[in-house]
Nanobody
């Protein structure tokens, strides 16, 4: 079992940027696929981005070309760089990890990941 702790959320104006970080309690590179999900008030959870052990990535259409998921193996940290933020990006963002998802594809963003963090709030003001 691993624990995931997110950070980096905050309040920014439209067009601004944030970088979210997810620190794992144990080594994840090469073992777990990682992902970011988000949930806005009154809406269902949405997969945002995912990355697997070989560096393959998948993104929701709503964030393509604006968000980038990456990993820092030395620090057991997964990042989500968010640029050109819009009011619709306002949500609680959650980091997730799964040892059984080997290859990331578009359908990974609909998967039920095994481990979850507590979330970090992102507010984009118009």
């Amino acid at each position: 079992r691993i624990q995931l702790v997110e950070s980096g959320g905050g309040s920014v104006p439209t067009g601004g940027s944030l970088r979210l970080a997810c620190v794992a309690s144990r080594y994840t590179r090469g073992v777990y696929s990682m992902a970011w999900f988000r949930q806005a008030p009154g809406k269902s959870r949405e997969g945002v981005a995912a990355i697997d052990n070989d560096g393959r990535t998948a993104y929701a259409n709503s964030v393509k070309d604006r968000f980038t998921i990456s990993q820092d193996s030395d620090k057991d940290t997964t990042y989500l760089q968010m640029n050109s933020l819009k009011a619709d990006d306002t949500a609680m963002y959650y980091c997730a990890a799964d040892p059984f998802i080997v290859e990331v594809s578009a359908t990974t963003l609909d998967a039920n990941f095994t481990y979850w963090g507590q979330g970090t709030q992102v507010i984009v003001s118009s």
